[in-house]
């Protein structure tokens, strides 16, 4: 039967028909009267209580609330068995609930489960350099990576490099503090470049040690050629002195 027909038959009844959302709720919503009425027009159900029965409902906010406190959880987390409601309704204190969790009548609903495993294979091609073309990027390359952190980092690397080497004997304090002056330039791009410096700085140090020791050695063997030269010149003259006292 649609609007006009039950309207024709009882027009006691105060009957709508479908409403728009803002129309009801400029007008309110139905009476629960006037909705048993129009039910009962209709003859979807047998009797006015029937129809209470149906759908008056227990209110169970207090049993969510103490549930969500006892399992330290929030409310939504709370499942409560839709065929036992008439005994949870009954709970009203902390302790019945927690009894009836035991039961199995209020339970803790599990964590939603977020997966993570497309992420994790995204993330594992982008390792491998796919999914970072021109069209995938966002800012700026000093946004995405800023200049200062790779200075930071190269020139934490370097003097690293340096402290250690020095700690080892590998390279003098004056060494290092001419090469930390250098790092501190931007002179040396990388750590491969800094070790080719230090050697390079140890084969001419080497070197200069090696020219040194040479003219070392020069100016002794010309100091001792003088020397014995000094002896000979000083015993032929005593000789020659020794052959005036004779004759």
């Keep these: 039967k649609n609007y006009w027909t039950l309207r024709n038959e009882d027009p006691a009844v ?3 028909p479908r409403q728009s959302k803002r129309r009801q709720r400029q007008q309110g919503c139905w009476s629960p009267v006037l909705v048993l009425s129009y039910y009962s027009t209709l003859g979807a159900v047998d009797t006015t209580t029937e129809l209470i029965e149906s759908t008056m409902a227990v209110s169970l906010k207090l049993q969510k609330r103490l549930a969500a406190s006892v399992l330290k959880c929030g409310k939504r987390k ?5 065929n036992e409601i008439n005994e949870i309704a009954l709970a009203n204190s902390r302790r019945n609930i927690a009894r009836l969790h035991r039961d199995g009548l209020i339970i803790k609903k599990p964590a939603v489960v977020h997966s993570r495993a497309r992420v994790n294979l995204r993330n594992e091609a982008k390792r491998k350099g796919r999914h970072t073309g021109i069209g995938k990027r966002r800012g700026t390359a000093n946004a995405r990576l800023p200049f200062k952190v790779l200075w930071m980092r190269r020139t934490r690397v370097l003097r ?5 080497m020095r700690d080892q004997g590998k390279i003098d304090k004056h060494i290092y503090h001419s090469l930390y ?3 501190k330039g931007n002179q040396f791009k990388n750590k491969s470049v800094l070790l080719e410096k230090i050697h390079e700085l140890k084969a001419v140090d080497v070197k200069e040690k090696a020219l040194a020791e040479q003219a070392e050695a020069r100016k002794g063997r010309a100091k001792s050629r003088l020397e014995r030269r000094a002896a000979r010149e000083a015993k032929k003259a005593a000789d020659a002195e020794a052959v005036a006292q004779t004759n």
């Design 181 to 183: 002056m250098l790092a």
């Design 78 to 82: 709370i499942w409560l068995d839709p």
């Design 160 to 164: 690293r490099l340096l402290k250690k």
């Design 14 to 16: 105060e009957t709508r």
